[in-house]
T-cell receptor, first 116, second 113 residues
Framework: GAGVSQTPSNKVTEKGKYVELRCDPI?????LYWYRQSLGQGPEFLIY????????DSGLPNDRFFAVRPEGSVSTLKIQRTERGDSAVYLC??????????????FGEGSRLTVL | GEDVEQSLFLSVREGDSSVINCTYT??????LYWYKQEPGAGLQLLTY?????DMKQDQRLTVLLNKKDKHLSLRIADTQTGDSAIYFC?????????????FGSGTRLSIRP
């Protein structure tokens, strides 16, 4: 498809379980971002990649959260030992260039994570 | 640190102008943005302004930037029911041309007949 694709769209898990969320960016986009959006809040920055490397991971809340982008395209956000407070919509966005022109982010529709 | 503040709600009558305000803290931001989120849809860029500008107009949209007060506003002229959405103000964090983008909490715009 032409847009940013995120899977799964919905994930329900139990407290303590491991979860992986996948993002397939727009082809050719070098920058990839992960955000988390809780109900009634704006997107909260987690991490962004330039190519394969994490350029800024300062938003990851703790060491239970980890993200990879091994080939500079698809990215996976990994959450270990999930907690109820991790419940949110996880948004992925991509951007076409490392040195920005407008800096427009193209967002996917998100993966809604519910931790019971 | 970076922070972006917005009021949570705005209600306007159809056909009137809507003005959504935002304040930000990072004076080194190179770009400031307005994103729109419609129900059940992802965020989409509505418009942006470069930090060396003080105004930008795009059809019904006018963006005003006051760098001294770190205040950004979005004016929507002739507001229509299709403008109902959540509007997010956002800034680049720092001078870097490739840097994280920080979002506000969003202003929910509702249109009354």
């Amino acid at each position: 498809g032409a847009g940013v694709s995120q899977t799964p769209s919905n994930k329900v898990t139990e407290k303590g379980k491991y979860v992986e969320l996948r993002c397939d960016p727009i082809s050719g986009h070098t920058a990839l971002y992960w955000y988390r959006q809780s109900l009634g809040q704006g997107p909260e920055f987690l991490i962004y990649f330039q190519g394969t490397g994490a350029a800024d991971d300062s938003g990851l809340p703790n060491d239970r959260f980890f993200a990879v982008r091994p080939e500079g395209s698809v990215s996976t956000l990994k959450i270990q030992r999930t907690e109820r407070g991790d419940s949110a919509v996880y948004l992925c966005a991509s951007s076409p260039t490392a040195t920005r022109d407008t800096g427009e982010l193209f967002f996917g529709e998100g993966s809604r994570l519910t931790v019971l | 640190g970076e922070d972006v503040e917005q009021s949570l709600f705005l209600s306007v009558r159809e056909g009137d102008s809507s003005v959504i305000n935002c304040t930000y803290t990072d004076s080194s931001s190179t770009y400031l943005y307005w994103y729109k989120q419609e129900p059940g849809a992802g965020l989409q860029l509505l418009t942006y302004i470069f930090s060396n500008m003080d105004m930008k107009q795009d059809q019904r949209l006018t963006v005003l930037l006051n760098k001294k007060d770190k205040h950004l506003s979005l004016r929507i002229a002739d507001t229509q029911t299709g403008d109902s959405a959540i509007y997010f103000c956002a800034e680049t964090a720092g001078y870097s041309s490739a840097s994280k983008i920080i979002f506000g909490s969003g202003t929910r715009l509702s249109i009354r007949p």
